[in-house]
């Protein structure tokens, strides 16, 4: 998601220094839209005022930021760094106090909308932290999205982002076991989606997914392995707070059985796989090719 975000930002006009893991993928955008290719977080640090960064899981975003290397040791005061990575709220706190410590600012900015909205600068955005420094780097986030939520002090934007998160992993899991005990009694699944569309259990990640399922097509948007993730810190900060979540404890080992299968770098509707092997059928529409093993 990186990717399209930096280059939106360039080809909004903005002079964006660009760092990547795949150093490969930040010099052939810096080359693609004349952007300034740095080979660590430090050289991004040295060369701007607002840095945002996007990376898979906590202990890479607190390597990029206070790790040898890294924006902290390259950041001036005054500088702002907007994580827009899905971390532990619990670290991404104590992060924020190290960068203070510093005289730097920090928002925790995880977004949602999966590679298509990040290509389309359609993100929607979830805020912790200073309201003051959030309104005022709100212009570049204006360029990567168009929902911005001011959720509260620092950590609540992640909260915010993995409630929505153990929603939509649930309504996930319900509608694999609707849509494999539909297949497994005979009920046409195009009809059945039709019904889903147009009932009480109508939701945009129905709309969104079932299609794909139907189409046999789980190309990543949002891969099964990044969810599990994600599963894992709901989990952890729900220990945390001493909330139970029966629910998504065992969404969380149906994600770790679709890895297990090999399913891990698919799209999270993949997920139905697990149930399809265990109940020998498959969940195709009309229109889906019709040779392809689960």
């Known amino acids: 998601m990186g990717y399209p975000m930096a280059r939106n930002l360039l080809r909004a006009g903005h002079e964006v220094a660009l760092w990547s893991h795949s150093a490969a993928k930040a010099r052939e955008l810096a080359a693609a839209e004349k952007g300034r290719f740095c080979a660590t977080p430090r050289e991004v640090a040295e060369n701007a005022d607002v840095i945002f960064l996007i990376v898979g899981d906590t202990a890479m975003s607190r390597e990029a930021i206070l790790g040898k290397g890294g924006l902290l040791e390259g950041a001036r005061r005054g500088t702002v760094v907007a994580d827009a990575s899905t971390i532990a709220p619990s670290a991404s706190r104590e992060i924020g106090q190290a960068l203070a410590a510093k005289g730097l600012d920090y928002l925790d900015a995880p977004c949602t909308g999966s590679k298509p909205g990040a290509e389309g600068g359609t993100l929607t955005f979830m805020i912790g932290g200073d309201r003051q420094v959030f309104e005022r780097i709100r212009p570049y986030l204006e360029v990567m999205g168009k929902r911005f939520y001011y959720c509260g002090r620092p950590g ?15 309504l996930l899991q319900g509608f694999n076991e609707g849509m494999v005990l539909a297949a497994k009694a005979g009920v046409d699944l ?47 900060s729900a220990n945390e707070l001493h909330v139970p979540v029966p629910l998504t404890a065992l969404t969380g080992q149906m994600f770790q059985a679709a890895i297990a299968k ?3 770098e698919e799209d999270i509707c993949a997920t139905i796989k697990v149930l399809e092997d265990l109940a020998g059928v498959v969940v195709r529409g009309a229109e889906a090719p019709k040779a392809e093993a689960t």
Not at 156 to 166: E, F, R, T, Y
Not at 193 to 222: T, W
């Open 156 to 170: 609540m934007g992640l909260h915010a982002k993995l409630s929505q998160n153990l929603i939509l992993s649930n």
């Open 262 to 264: 090999g399913h891990g």
């Open 190 to 236: 195009d009809l059945m989606l039709d019904i889903l569309n147009n009932s009480a259990a109508k939701s945009g990640l129905v709309s969104a997914k079932a299609p794909q399922v139907l189409r046999r097509a789980f190309d990543p948007a949002f891969s099964v392995k990044w969810m599990h993730k994600d599963i894992g810190l709901m989990l952890e």
